[in-house]
C-alpha cells in the first residue's frame, strides 16, 4: 500500500481551519499543511464568539484557507485520497459551513468523507508532534468550550468521557474572569502574563467539586468566577486599587490545580500511565508547569501538543480522519448532517 494524503476541515466555532497530513502504510500521521483563519477579533467586542459572526467568516474564510493549505504543502486537490470534517459538537451554522464545503470537495473528487468527532480531534492531533497513543492513555481536554477528562482506548475505536464541567469550561471562565478586570477578550493570555507577576497564594480561591462527596472528575468554574467577581468588587467598593496580578496568579492556581489533581487522581483510578492535555487553556504557562510536576512525581507520561496545535485547527481533523481511515471505518454518507451536540 502507498502513502495517502487526508485533507481535514475544521470550522465548529470561530476558527476555519484546513490541515492535510500523509497517513503511510505502517500508520504513522505526518503533518503536511495546517491553514488557521480566525474570526477572533470580530468577537473580541462581544465579549465571546457571536454565531451568526462566526457562521459568515467560515463562508468567507473556506476557500482562501483551502487554497493556502494546499500551497503550503506542495500539493493540488487531485492528491487527496479521503476528507474529513468536524460533525460536532459546535455551533450548527458554523459546523454547516464546513460539512457542506466537504461534501462537496468530496463529491467532486470522488473520494471519501469521514464526519469525525472534534474533541477526538483535539486528542489525535497529538500523534502529529509525539507519534502514535499507548493503546490506552487520558486525555485532559481544556478549551473555551470544552472541559473533560477522556479515557481513550484506540482514538478511532473508543472515547469515553469520564468526567466533565457540570457548567463552564475552563477557558469560559478566563474569559469572563478577563472581563471582570477590564483584560481583552480572550482571556487566557493576558491573564497567564499579569500571573506572571503575582502570587499564586495572595487570595485562597475556592477548588471547585473537591469535596469528599463531590464527583471525582467533575469540574466546576463558575463558583470560582463569581468569587473572583465578588472579590474585585468588595476590594473596589472599599475603595482599594485590585492588585491584578495577585488576582490572575491566585484564580490561575486554582484552575489549574484541579485539572491537574484530578486528571492525575483518574490516571490512577484508570490505572493509564499517559496523559495527554489539549485545546486551547493546555497553553496555559501554569497548568503546564503543575502538570509537569505532578505528573513526574505520579510517573505519568505528559504529553502536551505545541501551542499551535492545541487550539482549533484542521491538522488535528486531518489527523483524526487518518486514524479513522487506517481503521478501515466506513466513509460517512454524503448526507451526513453536522450535529452540534455530538457526544465523544
Ligand atoms: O481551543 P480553543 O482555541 O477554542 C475552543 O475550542 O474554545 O480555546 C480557546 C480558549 C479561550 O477561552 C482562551 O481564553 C483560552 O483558550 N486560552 C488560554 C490561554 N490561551 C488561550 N487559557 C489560559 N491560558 C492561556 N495561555
Ligand atoms: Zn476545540
Known amino acids: 500500500m502507498t502513502d495517502r494524503i487526508v485533507l481535514g476541515i475544521e470550522s465548529s466555532c470561530d476558527e476555519t481551519g484546513v490541515g492535510l497530513v500523509r497517513l503511510t502504510p505502517d500508520g504513522a500521521?505526518?503533518?503536511?499543511?495546517?491553514?488557521?483563519?480566525?474570526?477572533?477579533?470580530?468577537?473580541?467586542?462581544?465579549?465571546?464568539?457571536?454565531?451568526e459572526i462566526a457562521s459568515r467568516a467560515h463562508l468567507e474564510a473556506m476557500a482562501p484557507t483551502m487554497r493556502r493549505a494546499l500551497t503550503d504543502s506542495g500539493?493540488?486537490?487531485?492528491?487527496?485520497?479521503?476528507?474529513?470534517?468536524?460533525?460536532?459538537?459546535?455551533?450548527?451554522?458554523?459546523?454547516?459551513?464546513?460539512?457542506?464545503?466537504?461534501?462537496?470537495?468530496?463529491?467532486?473528487?470522488?473520494?471519501?468523507?469521514?464526519?469525525?468527532?472534534?474533541?477526538?480531534?483535539?486528542?489525535?492531533?497529538?500523534?502529529?508532534?509525539?507519534?502514535?497513543?499507548?493503546?490506552?492513555?487520558?486525555?485532559?481536554?481544556?478549551?473555551?468550550?470544552?472541559?473533560?477528562?477522556?479515557?481513550?482506548?484506540?482514538?478511532?475505536?473508543?472515547?469515553?468521557?469520564?468526567g466533565s464541567t457540570i457548567d463552564d469550561a475552563a477557558g469560559e471562565a478566563y474569559d469572563k474572569v478577563a472581563r471582570v478586570l477590564d483584560l481583552p477578550y480572550p482571556g487566557g493570555p493576558p491573564i497567564d502574563k499579569q500571573a506572571k507577576q503575582g502570587d499564586p497564594a495572595a487570595i485562597a480561591f475556592p477548588r471547585g467539586l473537591t469535596g469528599p462527596r463531590d464527583p471525582a472528575f467533575d469540574f466546576s468554574f463558575s463558583g470560582l468566577k463569581t468569587a473572583v467577581a465578588r472579590w474585585v468588587e468588595t476590594e473596589q467598593r472599599a475603595g482599594r486599587d485590585i492588585p491584578?496580578?495577585?488576582?490572575?496568579?491566585?484564580?490561575?492556581?486554582?484552575?489549574?490545580?484541579?485539572?491537574?489533581?484530578?486528571?492525575?487522581?483518574?490516571?490512577?483510578?484508570?490505572?493509564?500511565?499517559?496523559?495527554?492535555?489539549s485545546g486551547g487553556v493546555a497553553a496555559n504557562s501554569r497548568l503546564s508547569a503543575l502538570a509537569a510536576q505532578r505528573?513526574?512525581?505520579?510517573?505519568?507520561?505528559?504529553?502536551?501538543?505545541?501551542?499551535?496545535?492545541?487550539?482549533?485547527?484542521?491538522?488535528?481533523?486531518?489527523?483524526?480522519?487518518?486514524?479513522v481511515l487506517a481503521?478501515?471505518?466506513?466513509?460517512?454518507?454524503?448526507?451526513?448532517p453536522a450535529n452540534p451536540g455530538l457526544p465523544v
Do not use: W
Not at 136 to 149: I, P, W
Not at 247 to 255: I, K, L, M, R
Open 295 to 323: 505528573c513526574a512525581d505520579a510517573g505519568i507520561t505528559l504529553r502536551v501538543p505545541r501551542p499551535r496545535l492545541c487550539t482549533d485547527n484542521g491538522a488535528m481533523i486531518a489527523a483524526l480522519g487518518a486514524h
Open 29 to 51: 500521521v505526518e503533518l503536511l499543511a495546517d491553514a488557521v483563519a480566525s474570526s477572533v477579533e470580530e468577537h473580541a467586542r462581544f465579549g465571546g464568539v457571536v454565531p
Open 75 to 162: 500539493l493540488s486537490l487531485s492528491d487527496v485520497d479521503a476528507i474529513a470534517v468536524t460533525a460536532g459538537p459546535g455551533l450548527a451554522g458554523a459546523l454547516m459551513v464546513g460539512v457542506a464545503s466537504a461534501k462537496a470537495y468530496a463529491s467532486a473528487l470522488g473520494v471519501p468523507l469521514y464526519g469525525v468527532n472534534h474533541l477526538a480531534g483535539h486528542v489525535a492531533v497529538d500523534t502529529l508532534e509525539h507519534g502514535p497513543l499507548p493503546s490506552r492513555c487520558l486525555a485532559l481536554l481544556v478549551s473555551g468550550g470544552h472541559t473533560q477528562l477522556l479515557l481513550v482506548e484506540g482514538i478511532a475505536e473508543k472515547i469515553t468521557e469520564i
Open 327 to 336: 481503521s478501515g471505518a466506513q466513509p460517512s454518507p454524503l448526507n451526513m
Open 244 to 277: 491584578v496580578p495577585d488576582v490572575c496568579a491566585s484564580f490561575q492556581e486554582a484552575v489549574a490545580d484541579v485539572l491537574t489533581a484530578k486528571a492525575v487522581r483518574a490516571a490512577h483510578e484508570f490505572d493509564v500511565d499517559t496523559l495527554v492535555i
